[in-house]
């Protein structure tokens, strides 16, 4: 199992900045894909970011230039710098991290969420 503890979520006016943390812990060996996702009241889940363990990054059009996504190997943890906040990027935001299963579908796992809230 993995565990995953999200941190760094709160209320910001529009055009100021969060980061968010997720620190994994448990059998973290085989790890090949970090991320964040987010789900805004009444809209479905999307994929914000995606660090692989290769360092390719995937990003939402809509976040393109002003969240980045970055990892800290030695503490296992990886962080969200969101910056140039619009109050449309207000959601909950979930860690998620797929790990490597022999002979079968990487094991999915996601943190309890942390809310990011931009007033305008």
């Known amino acids: 199992q993995v565990q995953l503890v999200e941190s760094g979520g709160g209320l910001v006016q529009a055009g100021g900045s969060l980061r968010l943390s997720c620190a994994a812990s448990?059998?973290?060996?085989?790890?090949?894909?970090m991320g964040w996702h987010r789900q805004a009241p009444g809209k479905q889940r999307e994929s914000v970011a995606t660090l692989a363990t290769t360092g390719d990054t995937d990003y939402a059009d809509s976040v393109k230039g002003r969240f980045t996504i970055s990892r800290d190997n030695a503490k296992n943890t990886v962080y969200l710098q969101m910056n140039s906040l619009k109050p449309e990027d207000t959601a909950l935001y979930y860690c998620?991290?797929?790990?490597?299963?022999?002979?079968?579908?990487?094991?999915?796992?996601w943190g309890q969420g942390t809310q990011v809230t931009v007033s305008s």
């Open positions: 998620r991290v797929l790990r490597h299963k022999r002979g079968a579908p990487p094991d999915i796992y």
């Open positions: 448990g059998s973290i060996g085989n790890i090949f894909l």
